[in-house]
């Protein structure tokens, strides 16, 4: 069973910017599209980026023109990249792959916006 462990979440000011990853236990990045999902309280998971298997990129509206998905395939690793900050990006960030079946879920990192 694949495995994921996220970090790089933390405490930053409204318009800061932080870099979160996502570590895969297994080489699954050639198979399955990836995507980064957040989930704020009282709120259902929701899909903000993803990239293709072939590395297109697309954005939720709410995250477009400053949220950046990469892979590193040799690392076995998907990064987001997240600039201009905002309160309501408050939330536990999580990847997984796209798809009706995804993998089990991993801890998830807390990233909190303040205002």
């Known amino acids: 069973q694949v495995q994921f462990v996220e970090s790089g979440g933390g405490l930053v000011q409204a318009g800061g910017s932080l870099r979160l990853s996502c570590a895969a236990s297994?080489?699954?990045?050639?198979?399955?599209?990836m995507g980064w999902y957040r989930q704020a309280p009282g709120l259902q998971r929701e899909l903000v980026a993803w990239?293709?298997?072939?590395?297109?990129?697309n954005y939720a509206d709410s995250v477009k023109g400053r949220f950046t998905i990469s892979i590193n395939n040799a690392k076995n690793t998907v990064y987001l990249q997240m600039n201009s900050l905002k309160p309501e990006d408050t939330a536990v960030y999580y990847c997984?792959?796209?798809?009706?079946?995804?993998?089990?879920w991993g801890q998830g990192t807390q990233v909190t916006v303040s205002s």
């Open positions: 990239i293709s298997i072939i590395g297109v990129r």
């Open positions: 297994g080489t699954i990045f050639s198979d399955n599209a």
């Open positions: 997984n792959r796209l798809g009706p079946r995804p993998y089990a």
